[in-house]
């Protein structure tokens, strides 16, 4: 059953989880924090396979690459010249 609840976010960017949405969460417990636009996904991490952490985590490392190569951080290579330079990396 899906429940629906609304809640702020406080100055701190702290969120308050509705008392009964919370019943089966622990103190200490982690939690899997996405964000697509304007929507947040909220997963408890002990419930997240290790193959999907490392694809999330390929997923974040893919992205900020692509910023830096948006903000113009990138090394231009010639395909006659690739190997030799990824041997000097």
């Known amino acids: 059953m899906i ?3 609304v809640t702020k976010i ?3 960017g702290q969120i ?4 009964e949405m919370r019943k089966d969460l622990r103190e200490g417990d982690e939690f899997l924090i996405i964000k697509d636009d304007d929507r947040i ?5 002990g419930k997240v396979s290790e193959q999907l952490r490392e ?9 900020e690459a692509y910023k ?3 903000a113009g951080e990138f090394v231009s290579v010639d ?3 690739l190997f030799e330079k990824m041997k000097r990396w």
């Open 55 to 63: 694809d999330l985590e390929f997923a974040k490392r893919t992205e």
């Open 68 to 70: 830096r190569i948006e």
């Open 16 to 19: 308050v989880i509705p008392s």
């Open 3 to 5: 429940k629906i609840n």
């Open 79 to 81: 395909s006659d010249n």
């Open 10 to 12: 406080s100055s701190k």
């Open 41 to 45: 996904i909220l997963k408890k991490a």
